[in-house]
């Protein structure tokens, strides 16, 4: 059948509703409560004793207010520390004086960031000296969002290591594993800092292994092992599951199990999806990060719009229909997207989608095509999310 735009653009539009399921159905603040609902193990204070929360990353204000939700009066304190631009939900709202919330920047750490660290020790000594039973929460993000310098270390030049470590295309995983040696938080060293107080940790997985302490780096979990009751309440495989569950109610049959994007170079992660798109039908499914080496000035546009960018590239002379998404699920790919769905009705010159992908430069040619994907609030971090359908 031929790539008739239209088709492709209904097929763009279905795309988009599966991601906004998919991350609807992830949200971390439902999951954060409906595991505390469930009760907390080993809680010896009964219903009146006084817990603070602890929540670091992309997703802490959401998980937060799951925590919140969940244990009402029990909150001595919570302590936040989330990206500049996300909204306080209103039961973080309705604390008051309770809400101790920072603000650090990502993926590089700046003045907030380290702000926000040196008072994350502070209050791991505050709950610790008050007897309060505290509940580590962390997600993606938390590595940048909240750091302080070890031992030896200034924050420029800790700064300048962070900086580094994301333009150069590694994985998650092992630039996290740098990371911890270089922070005085990180690998489980906030958890230390808690010492007894740290009771519970639950964890919002957007690595692919899952791994705790791999998470933002792992604060509260070092990599010999958890401190404290450990719980991983979601990870990327879940995410690609309910975008399998959400496809099948748009009538997108899905072509078996979601695949997981374990440091996959974009090279290997665009041959993927253009040999379905290619010589597959219906949709397919993937979850993880492809790696990207960043050039010295990149220019505007995240990892996952650069991708989309990399697929029509590919697939633009294809004669059937097709439709792809790439899309982060913390709502944020760079500055005002949160990535791109890219389709056969789509055209754009050759020498646009070099410049652009030479620069890294994806953001401008892709508003111009109408293909971006709005910045939304983060409802969750799980990875970023593939979606890729032939007619």
Known sequence: MPATPSRCEAAARALTRVWAEAVRSCDAAALTRRDLERGLPGDLQGPGGPIAVLALGKASLAMAAGAAEALGERVAAVFAVAPGAAEVPDPLAGLGARLRLWRGEHPVPGAGSFAAGAAALAFADEARARGWATLGLVSGGASALCEHPAAGWSAERLALAHRALVASGASIEVINARRRALSALKGGRLGHALGPALRWVRVLADVPSGAPEAVGSGPFTPPEGPLADTRVLAAPLDLAAAAVHAGRAQGLDAVGAPVLVDEWPLGLGREAVLTHLTAGAGLWVGAGEVTVPLPEAPGEGGRAQH???????????????????????????????????????????????????????????????GARLPEAPPRTNLTDLYLAWAG
């Open 307 to 369: 991708f989309a960018l990399a697929v029509l590239e590919g697939a633009r002379a294809l004669g059937r229909p097709w439709a792809f998404l790439a899309a982060g699920s913390d709502g944020c790919d760079g500055a005002g997207a949160a990535g791109a769905v890219v389709h056969g009705g789509l055209r754009a010159s050759d020498a646009d989608l070099t410049r652009a992908l030479t620069g890294f430069d994806a953001g401008p040619l892709l508003a111009t095509l």
